[in-house]
């Protein structure tokens, strides 16, 4: 059974940081595509950042360039979000979702992915 778990969420200050984890399991991981993506309330499912297997090419929605990364650890089975100068606009339920890719693109559309894991909620709040 493939699980996809979310964590590391909770409240920061704007301008604060904050990291993601999301770890699999039940899937050969190094041959999946990984994105995250967020909600907010009263809102549609956005992506934010997307990796691909292999080599792990990244891309990132225009919100969130050069203030999130992402990166992944194919031993561990595990994705991170590195989510750094958070601003209130940020606070969203963050999700993680995975894709069987092994053609190294970093193409995460959200109506594509295969998995999903539940999500963790970050506010950005003073």
């Known amino acids: 059974e493939v699980q996809l778990q979310a964590s590391g969420g909770g409240l920061v200050q704007p301008g604060g940081f904050l990291r993601l984890s999301c770890a699999a399991s039940g899937l050969a991981f190094d041959a999946y595509t990984i994105g995250w993506f967020r909600q907010a309330p009263g809102k549609e499912r956005v992506g934010v950042a997307c990796i691909s297997s292999g080599d792990g090419d990244t891309k990132y929605s225009d919100s969130v360039k050069g203030r999130f990364t992402i990166s992944r650890n194919n031993a561990q089975n595990t994705v991170y979000l590195e989510m750094d100068s958070l601003k209130p606009e940020d606070t969203a339920q963050y999700y993680c979702?995975?894709?069987?890719?092994?053609?190294?693109?970093?193409?995460?559309?959200?109506?594509?992915?295969?998995?999903w894991g539940k999500g963790t909620l970050v506010t950005v709040s003073s």
């Open positions: 979702a995975a894709v069987f890719d092994y053609s190294g693109r970093a193409y995460c559309p959200p109506s594509g992915m295969g998995y």
